[in-house]
């Protein structure tokens, strides 16, 4: 069974987490490879391994100086392991490790096509629907 660890960026997997966001989420939007790596210095990142192979990713960022609220960015799931449970995996381990820091708050600029995987994890919609890198996009939040 795949497990979750967190890394930090000098950890040899954060170019394996880099090139499957390249992969997975970048490119099939046309945005450049290493392209939306603004928060990485201040984000907590997750990742999925099945043995030695990163097969799935996410990042929790804090959005405000108090640490009470964060954001959850960069969701990503290698294409053959999709579907089998490593995102849902990958989303519980980052609530866990939000909860254990104290966090009252996740949000999430969610591609209004996967709304509903964030919202089967207790995530719930507000506002309507807007754009952000030429996507449509809709603002999740959970209460911890
Ligand atoms: C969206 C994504 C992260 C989901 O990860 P995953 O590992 O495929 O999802 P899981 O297998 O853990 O699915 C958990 C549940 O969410 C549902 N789900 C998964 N992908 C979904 C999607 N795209 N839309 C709606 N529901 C979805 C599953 O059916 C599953 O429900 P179940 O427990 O009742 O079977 C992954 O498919 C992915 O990387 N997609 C491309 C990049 C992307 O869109 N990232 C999100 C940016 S906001």
């Not at 210095?41 to 959005?63: E, N, Q």
């Not at 999709?82 to 939000?98: D, E, P, R, T, Y």
């Not at 254990?100 to 994890?121: C, D, N, P, W």
Request: glycine share 8%; hydrophobic share 45%; with cysteine.
């Amino acid at each position: 069974m795949p497990e979750i660890i967190r890394i930090d960026m000098d950890n040899p997997l954060y170019q394996k987490e880099r090139e499957l966001r390249n992969k997975v989420l970048l490119r099939p939007i046309g945005i450049p490879d290493f392209g939306w790596e603004m928060n990485d210095p201040m984000s907590w990142h997750f990742v999925a391994m099945d043995k030695s192979v990163l097969i799935g990713c996410v990042l929790l960022v804090p959005i405000d100086t108090k640490i009470s609220k964060g954001q959850l960015i960069q969701m990503a799931v290698e294409t053959n392991w999709q579907g089998k449970g490593i995102g849902k995996l990958l989303v519980q381990s980052l609530i866990a490790f939000a909860v254990s820091k104290g966090l009252k708050e996740i949000e999430i600029h969610s591609r209004a096509e996967v709304t509903s995987f964030y919202e089967q994890l207790g995530f719930k919609v507000y506002g309507d629907e807007f754009e952000e890198v030429g996507i449509k996009h809709r603002l999740l939040c959970l209460k911890l």
